[in-house]
């Protein structure tokens, strides 16, 4: 079956560095997409991955290595307004979404 | 980046009414949109793929007759729900998938309340 797999929660300190990771088994890859989801709010979309190696957007960046399943979301120089879901998901060989259950991340002061 | 939007954000419906939900795509042609349903604290849960000019795929336990979906047009999409009742309470997101393929922009979402 399908399967993406990231932990439930994380708590950081505000100022430092988080990495959330996402392991997948999906019956194909047409990229993997990182969101922020703020409760009662649509998800944001943050990355699209598809090919190996690390994407930087400012203080959030991307990696993934295919071969081995794996993506992780990078989050530098923690705000408190980064508290929230980041959704991991990945797109099957049907281009449809495989949706991760989201890792909670607490930002404390 | 493009934008879908989505409307309304919020809605207060009493049990035994229906509820129509708009996803517009404005500024690129969608041939594609998805409709998710959010449960509290749990991941995206997509309902169906509506595609343009045609009947929407439905996924597995999700009832076409009480989620009616129509695709009329490339930048519009609607979710209907039908006859709703408590349980059909939730957060219902649309996405559309932009003309290169990858689908990366989602509507404000809709807050349900049925009554």
């Known amino acids: 079956g399908q399967n993406i797999d990231q932990p439930t929660e994380m708590t950081a300190t505000e100022g430092a560095i988080v990495q959330i990771n996402c392991t997948y088994q999906?019956?194909?890859?047409?990229?993997l997409f990182w969101y922020q989801q703020h409760a009662g709010e649509a998800p944001t979309f943050l990355s699209y991955n598809v090919l190996d190696g690390l994407e930087e957007k400012g203080r959030f960046s991307s990696f993934l290595s295919r071969s081995k399943g794996y993506s992780y979301l990078l989050l530098k120089e923690l705000q408190m307004k980064d508290s929230a879901s980041y959704l991991c998901?990945?797109?099957?060989?049907?281009?449809?979404?495989?949706w991760g259950a989201g890792t909670k991340l607490i930002i404390k002061p | 980046g493009a934008v879908v939007s989505q409307h309304p954000s919020r809605v207060i419906c009493k049990s035994g009414t229906s509820v129509k939900i708009e996803c517009r795509s404005l500024?690129?042609?969608?041939?594609?949109m998805f409709w998710y349903r959010q449960f509290p604290k749990k991941s995206l849960m997509l309902m169906a793929t509506s595609n343009e000019g045609s009947k929407a795929t439905y996924e597995q336990g999700v009832e076409k007759d009480k989620f009616l979906i129509n695709h009329a047009s490339l930048t519009l999409s609607t979710l209907t729900v039908t006859s709703a009742h408590p349980e059909d309470s939730s957060f219902y997101i649309c996405s559309a998938r932009t003309p290169q393929g990858t689908e990366a922009f989602f509507g404000q979402g809709t807050r349900l309340t049925v009554v």
């Open positions: 999906t019956s194909g890859f047409n990229g």
């Open positions: 500024d690129f042609q969608a041939t594609t």
């Open positions: 998901a990945v797109m099957d060989s049907n281009y449809q979404l495989i």
